[in-house]
């Protein structure tokens, strides 16, 4: 008799979380625009690691201690305080390679919060630029996965979940799933995958970031798979190339 698959669920906004089960389970943070594609693009193009915080604040007194970078991003501008932003043009070789980035975002740091408040016990991040190591690590992981999007304040977004749609198309056939929301996202990824870019123009976030903001290279980049293809994975307290 075969080894019985480990699941998968999708949770597609962060005020579900506590109806899943994350003991014994791989967790995959997503923040497409931008959090989880600026951490992936950052570990690539060199820097030591990412330190998720909280709150501003936080970033600010954080990397003064230790010579790091502090950035973030509040409602898709850089956050008053903060010198960069959330950007993963941002964090090119040149500027971080060996550097210490500390992070704080609208939706996507709190989201690891809420999964290490929750008893997650391997917590790592995802987005388009590294949906292969993704993908790998969850097949080798072998247990028990819930990706998690980060949406927009707790309100459902299609980003997010269409990632989360990718990694179950790549994977499923090693997991148990059954699950609406990963059909939902499967069958949006299927659909969308041979043209993202022209998808995305219809989102809502890339409303809020392009007309606000001009951030179309952005997007651009945060819609294109394994550009920046590492594995962040969490480890106390710090995004570390797994």
Known sequence: M?????????????ALLHLYDLNNAAVVIIDVFRATSTIASALYNGAKCVIPVDSVSKAIALSKNINGIAAGERDGKIADGLEYGNSPLEYH???????????TTTNGTRLLQMALDNHAETIIT?????????CNFLIQQNKNVVL??????????????LFAGA?????????????????TAETMYVQHKDDLPGFATKLTHYHRLVERFGLIEDIRFCLTENVAN???????GLLMKG
């Open 2 to 14: 075969s080894a019985q698959k480990p699941t998968l669920f999708t949770c597609i906004s962060p």
């Open 93 to 103: 070789p040149e500027f971080i390679k060996d550097r210490t980035l500390v992070l």
């Open 126 to 134: 995802g987005s388009f630029p590294n949906l292969g190591a993704v």
């Open 148 to 161: 998690g999007c980060a949406g927009w304040k707790d309100r459902y977004n299609l980003e997010d979940t």
């Open 167 to 183: 990694v179950i198309y790549h994977i499923k056939e090693h997991f148990t799933v059954h699950c609406d929301s990963s059909l």
């Open 230 to 236: 590492v594995l962040p994975l969490y480890k106390e």
